[in-house]
């Protein structure tokens, strides 16, 4: 792969997703870009990048679909989980009932599904608290081949015995040939939405809690500023944004503050 | 250190289920069906057992019942491992008293899921 198409690709990742590709990514750019350019054609990888800043929408939407679709799986580091079981969702809820509307939470890097499903099977075992004020869950993410796979509800065998328990996989699964059938109730309760973390999410409407993890890591800290600030004003004062372990907001944002009793969770100051 | 009986009549599975177990820090021996199983639990309880479901002479679920209803039985954590991949199968383990179930093929991230999730508080 030549330097110029990596250059290309890099820059068109950055305006389009405001992505970092660094150069030790080349192997990866490769291997994630080779069934693109099968599937429309171009001699090589070389031929994909130089039309690619004037190619067709469809094409431009596969290389981002490649470059940005990362691995999921349910309850990944349970923490937040917890945290969300035992003080978000309750907290939420009482908001909710206050405000007299649906508790509403936003998987802002939603990927192939499994974090937003994750989130639905605790709102349906606690079903009785919020049945009341009705709630929502709308998952977002950049590629729309992510979305359509998370809509489907449909998991491999390898996928749902990550971070699933058995119990968890018989309450809440069918199995359909080889695949995996999430139940129809814990799909009505999410949205998905294709979404660009760098756009204003004004259209999505406010949220009692935000899950926007392992994704900030991607971007640099202008990007990760303005999507920070994005974040914020969908929250209302003590609304929560819960980030990825390694993710940290100091000298980036000043907009949140660390949970002290939650890991991973930060505030909106109240 | 916990201690693991892998029961397999796979030499291979039990081999690479024996790698992944000894580098997440379990102390672990080997059965190759059911009866031995039975044999090697009721001289030495382990504190977990992964179990296929189909073996020679007895089978995971039969031992699964036996040893559930023995004295000191229902202290291991059991995790079945079996190419028997659908719902009924599964609940019929649980039922009889798994704890937890993998279906083959797996791989280590998967293994090791299960067992680390076994003892989370």
């Not at chain 1, 449909?154 to 695949?179: C, Y």
């Not at chain 1, 100091?250 to 949970?259: E, I, L, Y």
């Not at chain 2, 209803?69 to 019929?92: L, Q, R, W």
């Given at each position: 792969?030549?330097?110029?198409?990596?250059a290309?690709?890099?820059?068109?990742?950055?305006?389009?997703?405001?992505?970092?590709l660094s150069?030790?990514?080349?192997?990866?750019?490769e291997?994630?870009?080779?069934a693109?350019?099968?599937?429309?054609?171009f001699?090589?990888?070389d031929?994909l990048?130089?039309?690619?800043?004037?190619a067709?929408?469809?094409?431009?939407?596969?290389?981002?679909?490649?470059?940005?679709?990362?691995?999921?799986?349910?309850f990944?580091?349970?923490k937040?989980?917890?945290?969300?079981?035992?003080?978000?969702?309750?907290?939420?809820?009482?908001?909710?009932?206050?405000?007299?509307?649906?508790?509403?939470?936003?998987?802002?890097?939603?990927?192939?599904?499994?974090?937003?499903?994750?989130?639905?099977?605790?709102?349906a075992?606690?079903?009785?608290?919020?049945l009341h004020?009705?709630?929502?869950?709308v998952?977002?993410?950049?590629?729309?081949t992510?979305?359509?796979?998370?809509?489907?509800g449909?998991?491999?065998q390898?996928?749902?015995?990550?971070?699933?328990?058995?119990?968890?996989?018989?309450?809440?699964?069918?199995?359909?040939?080889?695949?995996?059938?999430?139940?129809?109730?814990?799909?009505h309760m999410?949205?998905?939405?294709?979404?660009?973390?760098?756009?204003?999410?004004?259209?999505?409407?406010q949220?009692?809690?935000?899950?926007?993890?392992?994704?900030?890591?991607?971007?640099d800290?202008e990007?990760?500023?303005?999507?920070?600030?994005h974040?914020?004003?969908?929250?209302p004062?003590?609304?929560?944004l819960?980030?990825?372990?390694?993710?940290?907001?100091?000298?980036?944002?000043?907009?949140?503050?660390p949970?002290p009793?939650?890991?991973?969770?930060?505030?909106?100051?109240? | 250190?916990?201690?693991?009986?892998i029961?397999?009549?796979?030499?291979?599975?039990?081999?690479?289920?024996r790698?992944?177990?000894?580098?997440?820090?379990?102390e672990?021996?080997?059965a190759?069906?059911?009866?031995?199983?039975?044999?090697?639990?009721?001289?030495?309880?382990?504190?977990?057992?992964?179990?296929?479901?189909?073996m020679?002479?007895m089978?995971?679920?039969?031992?699964?019942?036996?040893?559930?209803?023995?004295v000191?039985?229902e202290?291991?954590?059991?995790?079945?491992?079996?190419?028997?991949?659908?719902?009924?199968?599964?609940?019929?383990a649980?039922?009889?008293?798994?704890?937890?179930?993998?279906?083959?093929?797996?791989?280590?991230?998967?293994l090791?899921?299960?067992?680390?999730?076994?003892?989370q508080d």
């Amino acid at each position: 792969m030549l330097e110029q198409s990596v250059a290309i690709i890099a820059r068109f990742m950055q305006q389009k997703a405001g992505i970092q590709l660094s150069a030790n990514k080349i192997y990866m750019i490769e291997a994630r870009l080779e069934a693109v350019v099968k599937r429309f054609g171009f001699a090589h990888i070389d031929a994909l990048a130089a039309s690619l800043p004037m190619a067709m929408g469809e094409v431009q939407q596969a290389v981002i679909d490649a470059l940005t679709t990362n691995e999921s799986f349910f309850f990944r580091d349970q923490k937040p989980f917890d945290a969300f079981e035992q003080a978000l969702l309750p907290q939420a809820i009482a908001r909710a009932r206050d405000e007299d509307r649906k508790v509403r939470i936003w998987c802002a890097a939603a990927a192939t599904g499994q974090e937003p499903y994750s989130l639905a099977m605790i709102l349906a075992a606690k079903k009785h608290s919020w049945l009341h004020q009705g709630a929502e869950i709308v998952a977002t993410d950049l590629s729309q081949t992510a979305l359509s796979r998370a809509k489907s509800g449909l998991f491999t065998q390898f996928e749902v015995q990550r971070g699933l328990s058995a119990q968890q996989l018989v309450q809440h699964f069918t199995k359909i040939d080889e695949q995996w059938q999430i139940a129809p109730a814990l799909q009505h309760m999410v949205q998905f939405e294709v979404h660009n973390l760098l756009h204003n999410p004004a259209r999505l409407g406010q949220f009692d809690t935000i899950f926007c993890r392992n994704v900030l890591i991607y971007f640099d800290v202008e990007t990760k500023r303005q999507i920070l600030t994005h974040l914020a004003r969908q929250l209302p004062p003590g609304g929560a944004l819960v980030l990825g372990a390694s993710e940290t907001l100091v000298g980036v944002s000043d907009q949140f503050k660390p949970d002290p009793n939650l890991p991973m969770v930060f505030r909106r100051p109240e | 250190m916990k201690t693991c009986l892998i029961v397999d009549d796979s030499t291979v599975i039990r081999k690479v289920a024996r790698r992944i177990l000894e580098e997440i820090g379990f102390e672990v021996d080997e059965a190759e069906d059911g009866k031995e199983a039975f044999e090697k639990c009721a001289k030495n309880m382990p504190d977990s057992i992964l179990l296929d479901w189909n073996m020679p002479v007895m089978s995971g679920l039969e031992f699964l019942k036996k040893l559930r209803s023995y004295v000191g039985g229902e202290m291991p954590k059991i995790v079945f491992c079996t190419t028997e991949n659908d719902i009924g199968h599964i609940a019929m383990a649980l039922k009889a008293g798994a704890d937890e179930y993998m279906m083959k093929p797996f791989d280590r991230e998967i293994l090791e899921g299960k067992f680390l999730g076994l003892y989370q508080d």
